[in-house]
């Protein structure tokens, strides 16, 4: 319980100080008694711009510090929140010798470029998120560890990046430029349930057949793209958003929700046996 709420504390203040004034997750911080997270190293070294609670020595929380450039990582850090500075690199030698490394959180940063062997090391690491950074290609040797990866709004990702780890589970590639995906693109991603590539330049020509016709996908968002008819899908898939396309005409599957408004369908193009399938279909927007 506590972990957890040591992880989401770090997310949480970067939400608190989007939405409100920059400095109130501070002081509700040490309203509750935390202000002994201030400049305390009695959990080990920690860099003077960072914070490094005694009480959760694993985790170091940089976020939100007009940082310009990656601090040193104590070995010992397992979580660190990067997010939002001005951070433009991530040198190779970025992470040192901090090979425990689970969740690295480099969001809302100016990232443009990333050493080559950047994140190689980092043989634990779960989650990494990129997204809101000026990448234009996707870091090369993600370790083969990484479940969950975030690169939506970067600045160029033409196309659906090759060599991305087999274990993701989770695929987050929005408001990019993305105009195809590679031939069996899923068929090496067996953990693969949520992809999102919504806000992207995909056309139905970039999406060979069967592309997304796998069954362990759960939720596809394809919205505000460039299609014209809707790809083949699994049955099994659950949610599938296709709203702000250019889809037209009659279909015949409906699935537990999809999301279609924007398009060039009217309610007499669904299925006549759309009533039917009511009672799985939660919610049909279109
Ligand atoms: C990293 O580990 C090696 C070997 O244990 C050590 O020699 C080196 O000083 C460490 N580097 C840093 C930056 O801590
Ligand atoms: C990053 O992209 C933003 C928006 O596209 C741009 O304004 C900014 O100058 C870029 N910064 C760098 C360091 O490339
Ligand atoms: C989708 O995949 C299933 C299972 O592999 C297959 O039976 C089915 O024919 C495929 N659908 C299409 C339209 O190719």
């Not at 695929?171 to 349930?193: D, K």
């Not at 949520?194 to 394809?222: A, C, M, W």
Request: hydrophobic share 40%; charged share 15%.
């Amino acid at each position: 319980m506590r972990l957890i709420a040591f992880l989401l504390l770090g997310l949480l203040k970067f939400s608190l100080a989007q939405d409100r004034d920059p400095f109130q997750w501070l002081s509700s911080l040490h309203s509750r008694g935390y202000a002994s997270l201030q400049a305390d190293n009695t959990g080990g070294e920690c860099p003077e711009e960072c914070d490094c609670p005694p009480t959760f020595p694993i985790a170091m929380y940089c976020d939100n510090r007009n940082m310009k450039q990656m601090p040193y990582i104590p070995s010992r850090m397992k979580y660190v929140y990067l997010q939002h500075n001005q951070i433009t690199s991530v040198p190779d030698n970025a992470f040192g010798n901090a090979s425990n490394l689970v969740w690295v959180m480099l969001h809302e940063n100016h990232i443009n470029s990333v050493g080559k062997q950047a994140f190689a090391k980092l043989v634990n690491l779960d989650r990494l998120y990129l997204n809101n950074n000026n990448l234009t290609e996707v870091p090369s040797d993600l370790p083969r560890s990484l479940r969950d990866l975030r690169l939506n709004h970067n600045t160029i990702l033409k196309k659906v990046p090759n060599g991305l780890p087999e274990m993701l589970h989770q695929l987050y590639l929005e408001s990019n430029s993305i105009e195809a995906v590679p031939e069996n693109f899923l068929s090496q991603f067996t953990n693969l349930q949520y992809i999102r590539i919504s806000h992207n330049d995909l056309t139905n020509k970039g999406i060979p057949q069967n592309t997304f016709n796998n069954s362990g996908l759960v939720e596809l968002d394809l919205s505000f793209n460039k299609l014209v008819s809707i790809p083949v899908v699994s049955t099994n898939l659950q949610h599938l958003y296709l709203q702000a396309n250019q889809i037209k005409g009659t279909f015949t599957f409906i699935y537990f929700f999809l999301r279609l408004e924007g398009n060039e369908i009217s309610a007499g193009d669904m299925p006549s046996e759309a009533a039917l399938c009511l009672r799985l279909a939660t919610d049909i927007a279109v």
